[in-house]
């Protein structure tokens, strides 16, 4: 099992930074990968950005591409998610979630944990 803890969510105006984190904890020797993903209201979970554990590898939804970075401390199990030029179209909740075993990081029902999410508002 791996248990997952959101943090950093706020309320922030557009074009501002917010730095969300997510603590691991349990069993993640098995993680092929970590990701975000996010639910604006009304709306379906959508892909935002994934790291792979072992090697750092990054992948990004074209929507915060060159806005959002996603990174990874294996030594802390952490993930991190630094959001800036944010947008009122960000506003979401978001998750991370934990992949055992290789394969597609994109798609939400791959993945085997997720956090409880915290909520991300932009004001225009």
């Known amino acids: 099992q791996v248990q997952l803890v959101e943090s950093g969510g706020g309320l922030v105006q557009a074009g501002g930074s917010l730095r969300l984190s997510c603590a691991a904890s349990g069993r993640t020797s098995d993680t092929y990968a970590m990701s975000w993903f996010r639910q604006a209201a009304g709306k379906g979970r959508e892909f935002v950005a994934a790291v792979t554990w072992s090697r750092g590898t990054t992948v990004y939804a074209d929507s915060v591409k060159g806005r959002f970075t996603i990174s990874r401390d294996t030594a802390e199990k952490a993930v991190y998610l630094q959001m800036n030029s944010l947008k009122p179209e960000d506003t979401a909740v978001y998750y991370c979630?934990?992949?055992?075993?290789?394969?597609?990081?994109?798609?939400?029902?791959?993945?085997?944990?997720w956090g409880q999410g915290t909520q991300v508002t932009v004001s225009s």
């Open positions: 979630a934990a992949r055992v075993g290789f394969g597609t990081v994109l798609y939400e029902n791959r993945y085997n944990y």
